[in-house]
């Protein structure tokens, strides 16, 4: 098997996967109060796509992305709406993966919910009870920060840069400032609680990462992932938790930079696109996958206008290439060693920006010169980063097709909303989607 290298957060080396045939992964999902917007959809993007180059390089990889449905948030947004919160929790999250389907890269091995953990949850607490790293104070319990002796070693914080973030009334309850919350006792206006030794309550947001990793992946697994804003308070806490009931935990520490955009510009111009939904709607799912590889996953990324353009260009390049190529060559030597390379930057800390600038070199060179075999090797590397339906939809729209999109933009032009969505669906049933881009609309094959 291939060496596949990973930058680990924890010791800042570049580390090896362990040689073990399976490899578990732990990336942390959203809390779902409210729909996910595109900064929740690159870890979810960066780890679907790391298994599926796991599983094509002979490894068994098992992804787990949690859902947190318990937590301030839920209630909050629960009051609004005057839903109760289990309620809301169980929409947003099945909003969350209708959403994520969209993305066309399937779903992670198990998905585990805060609320179906409770019971490994209260057993992983009793244990840091029981060995003295976390006591109970009005039916609160914390996790003692001063009794694990690592604590820090991942944020490699100063305690006094250290703020747990945690309500402001919950500070006389802990013996010290730096402890934080495992289990909180049940308060009134929250409508949900489960019993414990303690009483009453819910569990911490922190806790429920730690027991639902060990449940799904055992006490020691490969990677742990999120985005690089919860290295501390959140991953500091999973680590503390697991390691002080001695479990060893995660070997390495994978941390994705954050979606950075003008949210408020954004939202003002064109409704909220930083909302996965409305993003997928405007762009299509290539474009947006395409967008949220185009850097490397440790550094931060922008999202703009002029991105997301820009997005849409490179996989209309890629569209063009395969419908202008009809070869069924198998690769020459050439198209190998190209794949070669594209394989070798995936596996050097999962470059993508690399296999991008890979599989762009290739069509370069299959367009100038040809290249014997191009279009089976762009296939397979397509495949490699969730944009394989470009090679399996390449027809053109024909007569009918373009005739009922010219209906559609005069049904807008004289604002028939009914009549446009019902010209949408129909193109549908025939196979295409419409994308309204900032050049007008187009269609586009439905993946
Ligand atoms: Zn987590």
């Known amino acids: 098997m291939r060496e596949i290298r990973i930058r680990d957060t924890l010791s800042g080396q570049l580390c090896p996967l362990p040689t073990d045939k399976e490899i578990g992964i732990y990336a942390c ?4 109060y409210s729909r996910i917007h595109i900064g929740n959809a690159r870890p979810y993007v960066i780890f679907m796509l790391l298994r599926g180059f796991l599983d094509f390089q002979g490894y068994t990889a098992k992804l787990v992305i949690n859902v947190t449905d318990i937590n301030d948030k839920i209630y909050e947004a629960a009051r609004q709406t005057n839903e109760p919160s289990e309620e809301f929790a169980r929409k947003m999250a099945a909003a969350y993966r209708e959403d994520t389907d ?18 490994g949850i209260v057993q992983l607490i009793s244990e840091l009870v029981e060995s003295g790293h976390a006591y109970e104070s009005g039916g609160d319990v914390y996790f003692r920060v001063r009794s694990f002796d690592d604590y820090g070693k991942l944020s490699n914080r100063r305690t006094e840069d250290m703020d747990q973030g945690e309500e402001a009334g919950s500070a006389s309850l802990k013996e010290d400032q730096l402890d934080f919350a495992l289990w909180k006792a049940h308060k009134p206006g929250e409508d949900t609680s489960w ?8 569990p911490g947001w922190h806790i429920e990462c730690s027991a639902m990793a060990e449940t799904e992946l055992g006490a020691s697994f490969a990677i742990h992932g999120g985005g690089s804003d919860l290295i501390f308070p959140h991953h ?11 479990r060893p935990f995660a070997r390495i520490w994978m941390h994705n930079g954050m979606i950075e955009a003008d949210a408020e510009k ?9 909302q996965l939904s409305e993003a997928l709607d405007r762009y299509g799912r290539e474009a947006v996958v395409a967008f949220l590889i185009s850097g490397h996953y440790r550094q931060p990324l922008s999202f703009t206008e002029t991105a997301l353009q820009e997005a849409c260009v490179r996989v209309e390049r890629l ?8 070869d069924a060559e ?22 993508t920006p690399k296999a991008l600038a890979q599989l762009f070199d290739l069509v370069s060179a299959a367009n100038q010169t040809g290249v014997e075999g191009a279009r089976s090797t762009v296939t397979d590397m397509l495949g490699l980063i969730g944009l394989e339906s470009l090679a399996n939809a390449t027809a053109r729209p024909d007569d009918e097709a373009e005739a009922l999109l ?4 005069e049904a807008r032009a004289a604002k028939d909303f009914e009549r446009a969505d019902e010209i949408r669906d129909r193109l549908a049933e025939l196979g295409w989607e419409v994308r309204d881009g900032a050049d007008g609309a187009k269609l586009v094959p439905k993946a």
Request: aromatic share 6%; with cysteine; glycine share 10%.
């Open 102 to 119: 969209r993305l066309g890269l399937g779903r992670p091995d198990a998905e585990p919910l805060a609320t179906c953990t409770i019971e």
């Open 266 to 274: 954004m939202s003002k111009s064109d409704g909220n696109i930083f």
């Open 319 to 326: 569209r063009n290439f395969l419908r202008e190529t009809s």
């Open 236 to 246: 500091e806490n999973e680590i503390a938790q697991s390691e002080a009931a001695g």
């Open 406 to 409: 010219a209906e559609r933009q």
């Open 29 to 32: 999902g959203p809390t779902v």
């Open 195 to 202: 019993p414990s030794p303690w009483g009453q309550g819910r």
């Open 330 to 351: 198998s690769p020459g030597l050439e198209a190998e060693s190209s794949m070669e390379m594209f394989e070798a930057a995936l596996a050097d800390d999962f470059n």
